[in-house]
């Protein structure tokens, strides 16, 4: 946990690193301003030109950013011109408007600097051919020449594509190619890589020692379940989701079944488990089967206690409710992913006076559950269930490093709003994706 | 021969996870080319998947005839009911199975009036369901209970006109209650589940679960 | 004879008559789709009859159904993927596409092996390759959509106002239902508080859920009466 | 307690009544469109005003057991997309959801006269989920080489330069299941940032609000009351909006019997209560 002030740092810094874009290859001469816009053939140049290739992409386009022209008006023009010489013929690739597209408009790519909110930016794709209509993508690699210009309010001069209107001073050069890492996606990777190292680190912690995890309010339930189906005489009833042997829900369902054959067998109560995919049923049969040994009582298990009910939802609900009206047995145990069948289970359990228990993380279903069941173990409730009861370090490790991420997000939304209400927004920038 | 039974799959497990990981932060075209092709074998192979599912779903109903189990003359009826429209698949309307699918013919007659039918009736059973559990349990034992019934009947109201009928705060409380404390409440579990979901998938990248692999452990 | 056959009988024969009727009457034309109308209707009815008993008629027709679906899907599954691109671009293909997808297909064919129990473990290079790299697209795709692009409108300055109030009260119950699902400490005093605060969030959301669905289903019910009422008896108006 | 077990066989009657006879008997109610609802609608007009004529995608994840809620919702929608002139490109995550989405791709466009191919195109299903959004991501050719009639996208008017799903200019999905929240936002949306909404059934609404607060999706059409919503705003009343009369009823009802469950349940306590107090 001492770890955590580190982390929050290296995140500060490397965020600042990103919101740099790297500076244009050659640093251009600044043309002079002119003292005033005189009306003639060529358009007014624009100071301040910068163009690069365009970051986090697959290449084949370059960037073009100016800063807004001091006198600019609502109704002016810039007009960006493109070369494949220094001298070559400049012909008209984009006309952005005053209001046109601002850096502050993508912080992916420009950040979130203070000035970004007063230069233009431009991207070009295509290069337009001379003459025919069908302009040709960037090539990756060759140089191409940018010039941008500003065409008078009252459009006097009206940039046209056969090299009129081009504003003097020199050009600009960029070499569009692809890039290797995609900096917008810094955040994602700096987060994900914490939490990754977080979940492996505690794992390999769990394996060398005890970690201690909060005891389940659903586990006591099922004890207590348990004995009153031993003092009534009645049967228990474990009732497998419907997903297969690979789910994670299903695996943690076979660890609670697990505890609870062990429990019924040395209360010496009746358990029957129903399934309705073969493989599941196999591995069950295995789990009761051990779990009866290591309590000594071999004799006690009976294999056709872990049966198919029936292959699909409804016809496997139908059947299930079936035995829960029939045989009354005492509790229902139902654990692992259900879809709208659950209902039809828990409103029949709930006719017979049964205690109902239920456990999964199939959040839609969670509210029938939760208002026809006695006690539901919730969404992750499922999960940690299974690593309190099955004690394996990659279980409990895993649980553990989830609950560093929940801490580092907890800490990040409430920091977070606070710095945001007093006009700090580092940390929603931070939590942003790009 | 352990190597190609165990270790083999997990290296491929690590190395295909890590790759797809990586891949995601390299904008450059060769990634974004190898993206497209390993995503595209992703998609064959989920097609093939679809066999084991059947098979399992067949054979058991296989089992339950040749053993005689309880029901298994309903095994018959669906043994029957999916010969039949494998028949009308591969009949394809008279073209045949090597040609595009029909648009009309006895397998879609069978879509519209059996898969259809029986599909939307079965889950409309559930709305009876519902009724009945909104009766039965639906009590305010404890003060959760009365939360969840409170909400529950709110956002029934406000969500048919009658609601809006009976006064207009109806649906405002409903879409208060929606973009607030469920939205809260949603967003609370989403970032859990993320979490736990990114757990699960290192845990498999890393070789650490292997459940998946399933065939036993040698 | 049991109450129920007779109620059995009684159905079968009622039915009959009431579909006689129809067409007689020439409300449902004697063509395939008038039958294709009569036989959905009474695959429908059947299946109703499970809300007085689970009985043998349902049993027959949702057996039935699980037998057409699997058809219907495995037919789908053949023309449009396995047909119209591996079979006609590895057969009637040509050019360099031709073997494209020759590898994958036997990457699928690797995972049928799982039926045949001698050589199962094969299967089991297709299945890394899938579960592999659908948990290595999981990771960084869960980040961005599912933490990020949901810690960011919650990272809002709060303002005096309506809004700012809806925000606290967010930022309190997505704070509070993250507490609850805390595995490392011990409910108890002040972690105890919060998580109570955050179980009444979920109780919310859950009657929010509740209240939702219960119009799903309705929505599904009002769909089939109006099958039979309108297509198959034409009694609506 | 016995008292309170009404037979569940009675409220199954009172709950079919109250569908049946609301179908019956015309009355009708005013449908007041929800801001989700509203957002959605917005969105498409937005678009088709920013890019008139562009290609929207239509991603049919449905299957028959949702069919009685989303197909008037898919109508809706589609007459909707065929009026602002889109052409439309619809594809299928779910399988079942095939003969669907065919029969109401050619009832709308027939309806509206808009021609195959050209104004619109089926692409039919492909197994695989999130690989088939990822792979449409890149290159909807990948995807779908072949339209549903086996016909090459190449030559299709309406998808011949439609490559990464950035060349549509708006998608829609219908989910029955978790296909916006788990496929489409986190495989779809994260990366190419298009114009995202979606429809989906009641069951699924409540869980999309945060991405709806988050700018991820642009509007939701919740469940049949969403589909009678969008048909008023459009000013199409369909069978969402025919719907909504016993939708309004036996919520009535339902909301009745739970009010006397409790009434009932609260007399059975205190009368218990004296009993032993």
Not at chain 4, 118 to 134: E, H, M, N, R, W
Request: proline share 5%.
């Amino acid at each position: 946990m001492r770890y955590l002030p580190l982390c929050t740092v290296i995140l500060a810094l490397c965020a600042q690193v990103h919101s740099q874009p790297e500076p244009a290859p050659i640093p251009e001469s600044r043309p002079e301003l002119r003292p005033e816009p005189k009306l003639e053939s060529r358009a007014e140049s624009v100071a301040g030109v910068e163009a690069f290739d365009t970051p986090n992409d697959a290449g084949g386009s370059i960037t073009v950013t100016w800063p807004k022209h001091p006198e600019a008006s609502a109704s002016t023009m810039y007009t960006v011109f493109l070369a494949d010489a220094p001298s070559g013929p400049f012909l008209l690739v984009a006309t952005v408007g005053a209001d046109g597209s601002l850096k502050s408009d993508n912080p992916g790519m420009f950040g979130h600097d203070a000035d970004n909110s007063h230069t233009h930016f431009a991207h070009i794709e295509i290069f337009p051919a001379v003459g025919e209509d069908e302009g040709t993508p960037l090539i990756d690699g060759k140089a191409y020449y940018v010039k941008v210009g500003l065409s008078p309010a009252d459009d006097s001069v009206i940039p046209s594509s056969d090299g009129f209107g081009v504003p003097s001073g020199n050009a600009i050069e960029a070499v569009p190619g692809g890039n290797f890492f995609n900096w917008a996606k810094l955040n994602n990777f700096i987060l994900g890589t914490f939490i990754c190292l977080v979940i492996l680190g505690y794992i390999s912690v769990a394996r060398r020692k005890e970690l201690y995890i909060r005891r389940i309010a659903g586990l006591e339930a099922i004890d207590e379940a348990l004995g009153r189906a031993t003092e009534m005489g009645k049967p228990v009833l474990f009732v497998h989701g419907l997903k297969g042997m690979e789910s994670i829900p299903t695996i943690a369902a076979v660890n609670i079944l697990s505890r609870v054959a062990r429990r019924t067998a040395r209360l010496g109560t009746d358990l029957r488990v129903v399934n309705n995919e073969p493989i599941v049923m196999a591995v069950s049969q295995e789990v009761v089967k051990e779990a009866y040994l290591e309590e000594g009582r071999p004799d006690a298990y009976n294999p056709d206690s872990v049966f198919m009910a029936a292959p699909d939802q409804f016809s496997y609900a139908a059947a299930v409710a079936g035995m829960m009206v029939r045989d009354r047995p005492a509790a229902h145990i139902m654990m692992g992913y259900f879809y709208a069948e659950s209902l039809l289970l828990a409103e029949t359990g709930s006719t017979t006076g049964a205690i109902q228990i239920a456990g999964t993380d199939a959040y839609t279903q969670l509210p029938f559950f939760v208002t026809t069941c006695d006690y539901t173990l919730m969404g992750e409730e499922l999960y940690a269930a299974s690593a309190y009861l099955s004690r394996e370090p990659r279980l409990l490790g895993s649980l553990k490093g989830q609950d560093v991420g929940k801490l580092v997000l907890i800490f990040g939304i409430l920091v977070g709003t606070l710095m945001a209400t007093f006009q700090m927004p580092f940390l929603t920038h931070l939590f942003t994706s790009y | 021969m352990l190597f190609l039974t165990r270790t083999l799959p997990l290296v491929i497990a690590f190395s295909c996870g890590v790759l797809a990981i990586a891949i995601y932060y390299v904008p450059h075209s060769a990634a974004q080319g190898m993206e497209e092709k390993l995503t595209l074998w992703l998609r064959i192979v989920a097609a093939f998947a679809y066999f084991l599912g059947l098979y399992s779903l067949l054979n058991l109903h296989w089992n339950r005839i040749r053993q005689h189990q309880a029901g298994w003359g309903y095994s018959v009826v669906a043994a029957v009911g999916f010969g039949l429209m494998f028949f009308f698949a591969v009949i394809n309307d008279g073209d045949g199975p090597f040609a595009p699918q029909a648009k009309q013919g006895a397998y879609q007659w069978m879509f519209d009036n059996v898969q259809v039918a029986c599909a939307s009736t079965m889950f409309s059973l559930l709305a009876f369901f519902i009724s009945s559990a909104a009766y039965r349990t639906f009590r305010a034992r404890s003060p959760e209970a009365t939360i969840l019934l409170v909400a529950a009947v709110v956002v029934m109201l406000g969500r048919v006109p009658i609601g809006a009928y009976i006064s207009d705060l109806i649906p405002e409380a409903m879409l208060w209650l929606l973009s607030v404390p469920n939205l809260a409440a949603k967003r609370g579990i989403l970032l859990g589940v993320s979490l736990g979901a990114i757990g699960t998938a290192l845990r498999i990248i890393f070789g650490i679960e292997r459940s998946y692999l399933g065939g036993g452990e040698e | 004879m049991t109450r129920d056959s007779y109620l059995f009988i009684g159905f079968l024969l009622l039915f009959a008559a009431v579909n006689a009727a129809l067409l007689a009457t020439g409300a449902i034309a004697a063509d395939w789709t008038g039958f294709g109308v009569i036989l959905a209707a009474g695959l429908t009815l059947s299946l109703y009859s499970f809300l007085y008993k689970d009985n043998p008629l349902y049993k027959f027709v949702e057996h039935l159904f699980v037998g057409v679906a699997a058809a219907y899907v495995l037919g789908l599954v053949w023309y449009n993927t396995l047909l119209a691109e591996i079979v006609n671009s590895l057969i009637l293909g040509e050019g360099k596409d031709r073997w494209s997808l020759l590898m994958p297909s036997l990457l699928g064919a690797l995972m049928l092996t799982r039926l045949v129990p001698r050589i199962a473990w094969l299967s089991r290079i297709a299945f890394a390759f899938v579960v592999g790299l659908g948990a290595g697209l999981t990771i960084p795709r869960y980040i961005s959509s599912f933490i990020l692009a949901q810690m960011e409108p919650s990272l809002r300055p709060i303002t005096w106002s309506i809004e700012g109030l809806n925000l606290v009260i967010i930022l309190v119950g997505v704070v509070a239902v993250m507490v609850y699902f805390f595995f490392s400490v011990e409910h108890t005093g002040v972690v105890g508080g919060v998580s109570k605060v955050g179980i009444w969030f979920l109780m919310i959301s859950f009657g929010a859920s509740f209240g939702y669905t219960v119009m799903a289903r309705l929505s599904l019910l009002i769909g089939r009466t109006q099958f039979l009422l309108d297509d198959w008896l034409h009694v609506m108006k | 307690m016995k008292a309170l077990d009404i037979d569940r066989r009675i409220i199954f009657i009172f709950v079919f009544l109250g569908v049946a006879i609301p179908l019956m008997v015309d009355f009708t109610l005013p449908i007041k469109p929800t801001p989700p609802v509203i957002a959605a609608y917005d969105a498409f007009e937005k678009v088709a005003a920013e890019k008139p004529g562009s290609t929207i995608l239509l991603s049919f994840s449905y299957g028959a057991s949702t069919a009685p809620e989303m197909q008037p919702m898919a109508r809706a929608v589609l007459r909707h997309c065929f009026r602002l002139g889109f052409k439309v490109v619809a594809i299928c995550l779910w399988p079942d959801g095939v003969g669907l989405a065919e029969s109401v791709l050619a009832e709308v466009a027939e309806e509206m006269g808009k021609k195959e191919d050209v104004d619109y195109a089926f692409l039919g299903y492909k197994p695989g989920t999130i690989a088939v959004i990822l792979n449409m991501g890149q290159d909807l050719h990948t995807a779908f080489p072949v339209d549903s009639k086996g016909v090459s996208l190449a030559q299709l008017p309406v998808t011949k330069n439609i490559h990464p799903l950035t060349d549509f200019s708006f998608v829609f999905d219908f989910a029955a299941g978790d296909s916006i929240e788990f496929w489409w936002i986190p495989y779809g949306q994260e990366k190419y940032r298009f114009p995202f909404a979606g429809g989906c059934t009641a069951v699924m609404a409540p869980d999309l609000f945060p991405f709806l607060q988050s700018g991820q999706m642009l509007g939701m059409l919740g469940g049949l009351a969403g589909a009678a919503e969008y048909e008023t705003l459009i000013g199409h009343p369909g069978q969402a909006t025919e719907g909504m009369r016993p939708q309004s009823v036996t919520h009535l009802i339902i909301i009745a019997f739970i009010i006397l469950g409790n009434g009932m349940y609260f007399l059975s306590r205190r009368s218990s209560g004296q009993a032993t107090g």
